[in-house]
């Protein structure tokens, strides 16, 4: 294996940020002319010794696998591939930022072996978000990947509309994110490639990462037999799904960042994913037939995305889709839209576990017919919510920002 293979995230050109796991090592590349040697130079600096500790893992990591004969890493992938979880994204990427850095985390943790992106759902009924992700597909190396899409045009709530990238083309007039070469018309409704995917994989072994909307899934679970399988949408969920890991819901008014027209502190009740399509929520959240764990508006809140830090720390890749959206922040953004990262948040528990997070066990959700979600505790119950442990909340926010040093 060569030692480029097995760098990740560290790069000639790049510059960690302050607050990155990485900044230990501002640069750090393989030496071309000591390639074939294996030889990683690093510059360093002077940094307290809990920022070091990632950095060391990662080195540690290098050397090892650029140690190892091809057969070794040959074995290792193969044993790794055993026991990786198999995930299908289910996204409404188009108009807020969260969506990005959640793709941005699976492709990372795919490319590191924790796990295997089986298929992606669009559930934005609008052509260009549908065509953006195709696009991010391609950017991320996707192409093989399929694409299931959500049927119909919606009208979006445009807090940072950058579908609009779907139309934004290079100086030569070629798109800034080109497509896979797989036209829309040929891509399955959502609820029929979930299907065809649960159908072709093992028992139990599928996550579902739903960090849109609910539609798609509630067609799912609606849905009839047919030439992929003789089982109802319930019985092929219950067969062939570990669990879902869904970000939705509120439990807690919350404090709304832009005040009403007469002044006055306005509360939301009624998180976004949930009020998109509240009857198939519903059905979802109350019938789902295997495990659920749930993220709350107000849990990946502790996860505030700032501008100025996203701009920096990928300005070293500008054609990057993180530093596009944020480059054109201030000319999208319907006033303080208040961007979190909760979709990133639950793919990083969804993939990594539960060593940072304290789940509430046990119990069953509910959905008012306005939005409104109930969790009740009870033994037995197949919901579970997600919470950080406060000691864990800066190593999430410095890995989360450390994304910014992958590139695929």
Known sequence: MRSADCIGFFSATRSFCEQSPFAPCPYARTSNVERACNTIILHSKVIPMERIRFAVIAMLCSIMAASCSDDDVADAKDDASSTKISVILDTDLGNCNDDILAMQA?????QQGRCNVIGVMSSVQLDKARILTDGFLHFYKADDIPLGVLPGEEELFDMIPYYQLADSVNADGTPLFPSTGIPLSQRLPAWKLYRKLLAEAADTSVVIMCIGKYTSLGHLLNSAPDEYSPLSGSELVSRKVLRLEA???????????????????????????????????????????????????????????????????YAWQPDHPIYQVYSRYDEWAVGDVGQYWWDAELVMHAVLGEECF?????????????????????????????????????????????LSGFRP
């Not at 699976?106 to 795919?110: A, C, G, M, N, T």
């Not at 059905?283 to 501008?307: A, D, F, Q, R, T």
Request: a negative charge; one cysteine or more; charged letters at 20%.
């Open 247 to 313: 970000m939705g819901g509120c439990f807690t008014p919350v404090p709304l960042l832009n005040p009403s027209k007469d002044g006055k502190q306005d509360f939301l009740t009624v998180e976004y994913n949930i009020g998109s399509d509240i009857p198939l929520a519903k059905n979802v959240l109350e019938n789902w037939p295997v495990e659920l764990c749930l993220l709350s508006l107000e849990e990946g809140m502790k996860y505030p995305s700032v501008h100025d830090e996203m701009l920096a720390d």
């Open 106 to 110: 699976l492709f990372y943790l795919q």
């Open 358 to 402: 304290d789940c509430v066990r046990s119990g069953t959700l509910s959905i008012a017919d306005d939005g409104v979600t109930t969790f009740t505790q009870h033994a037995g119950g197949n919901a579970h919510i997600i919470s950080s442990k406060t000691e864990h909340i800066q190593y999430i926010k410095d890995w989360l920002r450390g």
